[in-house]
């Protein structure tokens, strides 16, 4: 049962997945997008975001999706580098120095 669960909070981060996205080819990550409410308008506050020359953290539960969005965000902004990530692999002491250098 809980691995029902597993898959169906993932369709809710993005229906089809992160395993096609080419993080590198636009055309891929806006389509990719386009195909998710949730990541629409998380796109969305994320460009009036940027229109405000602001910064921004996200949440993300799912591993494989912070990977993923991060360098599909990194070529839709056309970032110099990918954004960084803090979960439970980063030590406390490290994560002061990721959000400072977004």
Known sequence: MLKAV????????????VADLNPLEARTVETKICRSARMSK??????????????????????????????????RFGLKREPGIINGKVPGEKRPAIVDAL
């Open 6 to 17: 597993h898959a169906l909070r993932g369709l809710s981060l993005h229906p089809d997945g």
């Open 42 to 75: 998380t796109v969305k506050a994320l460009d009036a975001t940027a229109g405000q020359g602001e910064k921004a953290l996200l949440f993300l539960e799912d591993l494989a999706m912070q990977s993923a969005f991060a360098r599909a965000m990194a070529t």
